[in-house]
């Protein structure tokens, strides 16, 4: 059974930093890319970015929302996939879920998310 | 203009047929993106339902009910998610999603109401 779960959500202040992470169990971790998505409260999902695999080079891509303030990044022995927020902003304050998606394909399978607020 | 709009809502009636819409945007060929369709439920992560591109090339999710399906209209380049026999547990957000400029872009998502 696919698993995801994501952890490292909180209370941040505005300007300040967060590592999220996504375990993942249940396949073979190191042949996905994996995407992040948010989702703020009552709103739809916005796409935050994805990572490839090894043998794409584990090539990234991000929103322009985040572009140079986030950083996605995996461990492929640990079988997870990390997305570090830095200069955060009050807008940035959403539920935070990784998923997996398939090369070239979109997510099939998404965490349940954790929450991160940024508010001083 | 969004990349893709859906209409914030739709009601239906349970047994009914239920047509969910995906516009793209003027300029961008429907004929040539896969689309995702995802269902969402309060306080749930997404739920991958199916993607789209042709009859020849499409994938229902795991464990996703037949009666959920894809199309596409080319004249009006729509994408559309088609639920028949509507059941009560099938209200719910729907969010279509396509890969667009090396980016998911996601629609706003359609709020359905079954009553």
């Known amino acids: 059974e696919v698993q995801l779960v994501e952890s490292g959500g909180g209370l941040v202040q505005p300007g300040g930093s967060l590592r999220l992470s996504c375990a993942a169990s249940?396949?073979?971790?190191?042949?996905?890319?994996m995407d992040w998505v948010r989702q703020a409260p009552g709103k739809g999902l916005e796409w935050v970015g994805r990572i490839r695999d090894k043998a794409n080079s584990y090539t990234t891509e991000y929103a322009a929302s985040v572009r140079g303030r986030f950083t996605i990044s995996r461990d492929d022995s640990r079988n997870s996939v990390y997305l570090q927020l830095s200069s955060l902003k009050t807008e940035d304050t959403a539920v935070f879920y990784c998923?997996?998606?398939?090369?070239?394909?979109?997510?099939?399978?998404w965490g349940q998310g954790t929450l991160v607020t940024v508010s001083s | 203009q969004a990349v893709l709009t859906q209409p914030s809502s739709l009601s239906a009636s349970p047994g009914a047929s239920a047509s969910l819409t995906c516009t793209l945007r003027?300029?961008?060929?429907?004929?040539?993106?896969?689309i995702y369709w995802y269902q969402q439920k309060p306080g749930s992560p997404p739920q991958y339902l199916l993607r789209?591109?042709?009859?020849?090339?499409?994938?229902?999710g795991s464990g996703v009910p037949s009666r959920f399906s894809g199309s596409k209209d080319a004249s009006a380049n729509v994408g559309i998610l088609l639920i028949s026999g509507l059941q009560s547990e099938d209200e719910a957000d729907y969010y279509c999603?396509?890969?667009?400029?090396?980016?998911?872009?996601f629609g706003g998502g359609t709020k359905l109401t079954v009553l």
């Open positions: 998923g997996r998606g398939g090369g070239g394909y979109g997510p099939e399978y």
């Open positions: 003027s300029g961008i060929n429907v004929g040539t993106y896969r």
């Open positions: 789209y591109k042709s009859d020849s090339d499409k994938q229902q």
């Open positions: 249940g396949f073979t971790f190191s042949d996905y890319y």
């Open positions: 999603m396509i890969w667009h400029n090396s980016a998911w872009v």
